[in-house]
């Protein structure tokens, strides 16, 4: 199975979405409803700059087509801390939230859902 940008980020926002059960952090609701993809017929975040941003660096570090599962999960991990540090409303424990929710085994299910 090969992940595109798209589906990386729709799994990594269903796994925030679902962390925020346990983490009531606001940095990590602020996250979630900036890249809520479904706020906006046409756009694919409710704030164009967290797909943009995603979308960006997603395609700087891999060549066009999809990634594995681990890659894209990696990637996720590694684009979540980055959020934190370079946003002071987005710091939260993201990375640990996202774990949380997004094992392997849960993120390769939900990947193949998409």
Do not use: I
Not at 37 to 63: I, T
Not at 69 to 77: K, T
């Amino acid at each position: 199975m090969e992940v595109a940008a798209h589906d990386a980020f729709m799994a990594m926002y269903y796994a925030l979405e679902a962390a925020t059960d346990e983490y009531t952090d606001p940095g990590l609701k602020t996250l979630v409803e900036d890249a809520d993809p479904f706020v906006w017929k046409d756009r694919l975040s409710a704030d164009p700059a967290v797909w943009a941003e995603f979308s960006k660096e997603f395609s700087e570090n891999y060549e066009e087509g999809g990634v594995s599962p681990e890659e894209a999960r990696s990637f996720c991990r590694h684009w979540l801390a980055k959020q934190g540090q370079k946003h002071e409303f987005y710091q939260a424990p993201l990375v640990e939230a996202f774990d949380s929710v997004a094992t392997p085994q849960d993120w390769e299910a939900v990947l193949a859902e998409l």
